[in-house]
């Protein structure tokens, strides 16, 4: 009997140590919204690119019509803007089931990690859109992605670091193979996050 109790309280200051050092209250389930959101995207941003039956990823040009270009940039704000303030949302939700605050400091730091390597990879991306290397933006996206995940798991679930290290991998694969940067866009982006948010969902949120 003492020996359960032992390890009963062991267990509860294990519990403890974990919601002091990390924030556990991600939610699963806006992993999965942000993946139907980016296919979604992927949908419309396809439409664009491959509109026209002569058209092809590489004959389109976004310098003498930027117009598509524009489409694009506001297709990618719109599902940022949702994933954001879906993610914002179901998250204050489940902290304040789980009795965790919002903005600690553990969610400063895990935001901090998060946002250093996400801002850098946001400038690169402009900067290569400015000077037209619009071949690597994909891929670019998806690796500076993957390591603000890899960053900021340490403050949260081991999970997102696998995750991560997934949408690294894809967004090098995807630098190799110019002209499928929207395939594995999709898939990273899309696919990924619908995997990672259902495996959180059923092993956190539920």
């Known amino acids: 009997m003492e020996e359960k109790e032992i390890q009963d309280e062991l267990a509860s200051i294990r519990n403890l140590m974990e919601r002091s050092s990390k924030f556990i209250s991600l939610s ?17 941003a396809y439409s664009i690119v491959y509109s ?17 270009l524009y489409n694009l940039i506001a297709i990618a704000a719109v599902t940022l803007l949702l994933s954001v303030v879906t993610g914002v949302i179901l ?6 089931r789980k009795g965790q605050p919002v903005w600690g400091k553990t969610s400063q730091a ?56 997934c949408e690294i991998i894809l967004g090098l694969i995807a630098a190799c193979l110019p002209g499928y940067g929207l395939l594995f866009w999709a ?20």
């Not at 699963?28 to 419309?44: E, K, N, T, V």
């Not at 026209?52 to 598509?68: A, E, F, I, K, W």
């Not at 250093?116 to 402009?126: A, N, R, W, Y």
């Not at 948010?197 to 092993?203: A, E, N, P």
């Open 52 to 68: 026209g039956s002569t058209r092809t990823y590489t004959t389109l040009n976004l310098h003498s019509d930027p117009v598509p």
């Open 110 to 165: 895990l935001l901090f990690h998060m946002a250093t390597p996400l801002v850098t990879g946001g400038v690169v991306i402009l900067i290569f859109l400015v000077r037209g290397y619009y071949g690597i933006v994909g891929p670019t996206s998806l690796i500076f992605y993957g390591l603000s995940l890899v960053s900021a798991s340490n403050f949260t679930f081991t999970m997102v670091k696998y995750l991560g290290l």
């Open 28 to 44: 699963g389930l806006s992993g999965i919204l942000a993946g139907i959101y980016a296919l979604i995207a992927a949908g419309l």
């Open 91 to 96: 998250t204050t939700k489940k902290a304040k």
């Open 187 to 206: 898939f990273g982006f899309g696919v990924l996050h619908i995997v990672y948010g259902s495996m959180m969902y059923f092993k956190y949120d539920r």
